[in-house]
Each structure stands twice: as C-alpha cells, then as structure tokens.
C-alpha cells in the first residue's frame, strides 16, 4: 500500500459515456499527478497539480478533464473517449513540485477499456 | 521524441544470475535517475535513486552504475530470484522540477 488510492480499478465504458476517475492520497503530499500507460510505450505524463493548481498539461486531448479541489484528491473526468485512449491510468503523488529528486508514489491504476 | 532510451525489452534470467537493464539519455538537465519496479495489477514503485554526482549506488542485491559522459545508467540485480520477476523502468528528471521521462520498460522473468 503506497498512500494513493485509485478507485475505480477498470473501467468499461462507450464512447459517448462521461465517467470519472478519482485519486486520493494520505502522503500530505503537496503534488500530484496522472500518467497514461499504454502497452510497449514510456509512461506519460497528462496534468501535474502543484497546490491544487494545475502546473503542467502535457498536450492532452480536451476529452480528458482534470480537477483537483483539494491537496488530497485529483479527478481525471473523461467524455467522448475514443479507443486508443484504452490504457492503465496512473495517479501518483510527490512531496512537492519544484523540488528535484522527490520520490513519487504511484497508485494501483485504472484499467480503462473504450469500447 | 524518447527521453530515455531503455534495454532490453524483456530479459529472462536464471535463478542466483545477474540481471542487467540499460538505459541511455541526451538531456544534460537530467539530475535525478530513479528505476521503479512494477508488478502486474499494481502501479511502479520507487526501487532505487541515484544523483550524477555518484557513479554507482547499492541498495541490498540492486546497484545502480552511472556514467555521466556516456549518458547511460543501469540496474543490476544480483543473485536474481523469481519474486524480481516484473516489469522495471528507468527514468530521469530535470533539475528544474519533478517531471520524470520514463523508459519503455523491461520484462524480467526470474526462472527458479
């Protein structure tokens, strides 16, 4: 057990669904992040928050929302998904942004099909 | 264009060998050389660090070699056992904030 908790754990959905996918930490940790993982590829990086103020979008297709209203907890809300977006979906967290070399802690993932 | 460069994809290694995984980069501004280990159904975890002010770093059967003017880092699990048996990733990040650019990943089976 890592402090970030994913929930849900795979995901099912069309692709004119709306759903959501939440993280939570119990780090105080004060950034957090979502990476997309997808078969034989690097992790990517989507959105880091710092302070629940989104500091980085790496390039992410608007179908893909996200929102952190507080320290705690990050939301990625998705809509109008297409296929290719099928991945694992990673939130993990980290002391700070700014500081270099801080551990991030990564949660279980979820595993997400668009069908 | 790839940030990190990581070899082998997938290693398969006898029980009690030495398990080696590459990794190579461009970017001068990398100050931070973590490896995570991830096992299936769970997301990576921290393995071990290294800074370029080192040029290796041993943690247990895990070492980490470092050579700043090649630009390459790599892990080397000693004495492998089948419980290493996962998918590992090495990743570097700037000295101007924790974005971390991971490898591809490496597939290690441990044959008892």
């Known amino acids: 057990e890592t402090g970030v908790t994913q929930t849900p754990r795979h995901l099912v959905m069309g692709m004119t669904n709306k759903k959501s996918l939440k993280c939570e930490q119990h780090l105080g940790h004060n950034a957090m992040y979502w990476y997309k993982q997808s078969a034989k590829k690097p992790l990517e990086l989507m959105f880091v928050y710092s302070l629940e103020e989104r500091v980085e979008n790496n390039s992410v297709p608007s179908r893909f929302s996200p929102e952190c209203p507080n320290s705690s907890h990050l939301f990625l809300h998705l809509h109008t998904l297409q296929p290719e977006d099928s991945a694992l979906y990673l939130c993990?967290?980290?002391?700070?942004?700014?500081?270099?070399?801080?551990?991030?802690?990564f949660g279980q993932g979820t595993r997400l099909t668009v069908v | 264009q790839q940030q990190v460069k990581q070899s082998p994809q997938s290693l398969i290694v006898q029980k009690g060998g030495i398990s080696i995984i590459n990794c190579a980069y461009e970017?001068?501004?990398?100050?931070?050389f973590p490896w995570y280990q991830q096992f299936p159904g769970k997301g990576p975890a921290l393995l071990i660090a290294?800074?370029?002010?080192?040029s290796e770093k041993k943690e247990g059967r895990f070492t980490i070699s470092f050579n700043k003017s090649a630009k390459q880092f790599s892990l080397h699990i000693m004495d492998s056992q089948p419980g290493d048996s996962a998918t590992y990733f090495c990743a570097a990040s700037p000295n101007t904030g924790n974005q971390f650019y991971f490898g591809t990943g490496t597939s290690l089976t441990v044959i008892p």
């Open positions: 970017n001068t501004a990398f100050d931070y």
């Open positions: 290294i800074r370029p002010d080192v």
């Open positions: 993990a967290s980290s002391q700070d942004w700014g500081g270099v070399g801080t551990e991030a802690f």
